[in-house]
C-alpha cells in the first residue's frame, strides 16, 4: 500500500488515467504509470526520488499529445 496514490483522469476520454504513487517501503521514489486496466500493471512513465509537480505537470501534457496523436492516426486509417 503506498502513503499516497493519486489517479488523474483524462476529462476527454475517461478510460485515460495515470497513476501517481508516493515512496512505500519497497520502492524509495515517487513514480507514475498508466494502467493497462485498473488496478493492474501498465506503462510506467515517471520515476522520481521527490514529488515534482512541474514534471508531473509535463507528463500530462506529454500524454494528452500522444493521446491526440493517436487519434489523428487512427483517424487517417479508418
Not at 520515476?47 to 494528452?64: C, D, M, S, V, Y
Amino acid at each position: 500500500m503506498f502513503p499516497a496514490h493519486l489517479r488523474l483522469t483524462y476529462l476527454k476520454n475517461r478510460r485515460v488515467t495515470i497513476d501517481i504513487l508516493s515512496p512505500d517501503g519497497k520502492l524509495p521514489f515517487c513514480h507514475g504509470f498508466i494502467p493497462a486496466m485498473l488496478d493492474q500493471t501498465g506503462l510506467y512513465i515517471l520515476n522520481t526520488k521527490r514529488f515534482k509537480p512541474k514534471a508531473i505537470g509535463h507528463l500530462l501534457t506529454q500524454t494528452e499529445r500522444w493521446y491526440l496523436r493517436a487519434l489523428r492516426l487512427r483517424k487517417l486509417w479508418l
